[in-house]
């Protein structure tokens, strides 16, 4: 139950920084750049998961970072659709 929940919230998480993410960067001039702050940022995310002790800290972080770089790169027609 506890990992199960973990995961939804990583999952909830991960994607709501996307959105937010995708929201700020989407018209910038650059898209080479918003797409490297996101990789940035996953990558920090998952390497600081990997340095927790707990085991569900570490899950949580490393969940949570892959489900925003999948929903940031995957999810573009879909923020678009939400946000009009």
Not at 10 to 38: C, E, K, N, Q, Y
Not at 48 to 77: D, S
Request: aromatic fraction near 12%; proline fraction near 1%.
């Amino acid at each position: 139950m506890i990992w199960g929940s973990t995961a939804a919230l990583a999952l909830l998480s991960g994607t709501g920084i996307a959105f937010v993410l995708w929201r700020t960067l989407h018209r910038s001039p650059d898209t080479g750049l918003a797409a490297g702050a996101v990789v940035a940022i996953a990558l920090g995310l998952a390497l600081i998961g990997f340095a927790f002790n707990n085991a569900r800290a570490r899950f949580f972080l490393t969940v949570a970072a892959a489900a925003m770089a999948i929903a940031f790169f995957a999810g573009a027609g879909v923020f678009a659709t939400i946000t009009g």
